[in-house]
């Protein structure tokens, strides 16, 4: 089923954009000082929330189409995992996005790192859910 396989593109897109951020664009912002840090931080969150977010919803939605459409429980379990950033986002990571985004740019504190450190081990959780979602499509996909 072409749904099946679009979901499936989505999920593993939201999950490697996830993973490489955790992986490779959180370790090296930590290495700047915390200005730097923060100046890279603000443009690159703006953009990546809308792209992460379209992938997560599209691709959560048409798992959830296919699990209707066949009744296979993975095809649900994927699509929650997928969908569950979201939720996730609003209620446990947008207070730290927040006091990061009303830091003023040329802010020099401690907190800074501490407040990115701290995103950083929020975001990971985003990546775990995106990549349990691939598997979990990827295991329904060879039914």
Not at 2 to 9: D, K, N, Q, S, V
Not at 130 to 140: F, K, P, T
Request: hydrophobic share 60%; aromatic share 10%.
């Amino acid at each position: 089923m072409l749904i099946a396989h679009l979901a499936f593109l989505l999920a593993a897109a939201f999950a490697g954009a996830a993973v490489y951020v955790a992986v490779v664009e959180q370790p090296a912002r930590l290495m700047l000082d915390d200005r730097a840090a923060l100046a890279q931080w603000k443009p690159s969150y703006a953009r990546s929330k809308v792209m992460q977010g379209a992938l997560a919803a599209l691709g959560g939605t048409l798992a959830l189409w296919v699990w209707w459409v066949g009744r296979d429980g993975l095809w649900l379990l994927a699509g929650l995992l997928l969908l569950a950033p979201w939720p996730f986002t609003i209620f446990v990571i947008l207070p730290t996005n927040h006091k990061l985004e009303r830091l003023a740019p040329d802010a020099s504190t401690p907190e800074i790192l501490s407040l990115l450190t701290h995103w950083g081990r929020l975001h990971l959780v985003r990546a775990a859910l995106g990549c349990a979602s691939v598997l979990a499509m990827l295991v329904a996909l060879q039914h």
